[in-house]
Nanobody, 119 residues
Framework: QVQLVESGGGLVQPGGSLRLSCAAS????????MGWHRQAPGKQRELVAG???????NYAGSVKGRFTISRDNAKNTVYLQMNSLKPEDTAVYYC?????????????WGQGTQVTVSS
């Protein structure tokens, strides 16, 4: 009922910037929040940044001050601006949507986009 498509990943140098996009379609009225997650090899998936329908945002401590999540309702698109990138930011980044309340699992997922930070 909800489809998410990520784009914008790639290879960047340490200290560089990258902007990820997530286009949503389908039953958008069911969504309470959207967020960006990432998963590196051998590590657990983690929530990087989230944004609610009311515009409230939250960030993981490791990215706060460097990453910014935003939304363009007219385009049904969520963005993740990533600045001052570090090698430890290397991961597959997933866009996700949540139909439940805070604390419930995200139930709609995109296919993921690879971000590699390396010289």
């Amino acid at each position: 009922q909800v489809q998410l498509v990520e784009s914008g990943g790639g290879l960047v140098q340490p200290g560089g910037s990258l902007r990820l996009s997530c286009a949503a379609s389908g039953s958008f009225f069911r969504i309470n929040a959207m967020g960006w997650h990432r998963q590196a090899p051998g590590k657990q998936r983690e929530l990087v940044a989230g944004i609610t329908g009311g515009g409230s945002t939250n960030y993981a401590g490791s990215v706060k001050g460097r990453f910014t999540i935003s939304r363009d309702n007219a385009k049904n698109t969520v963005y993740l601006q990533m600045n001052s990138l570090k090698p430890e930011d290397t991961a597959v980044y997933y866009c996700a949507a949540r139909s439940g309340v805070v604390g419930t699992p995200y139930d709609y997922w995109g296919q993921g986009t690879q971000v590699t930070v390396s010289s």
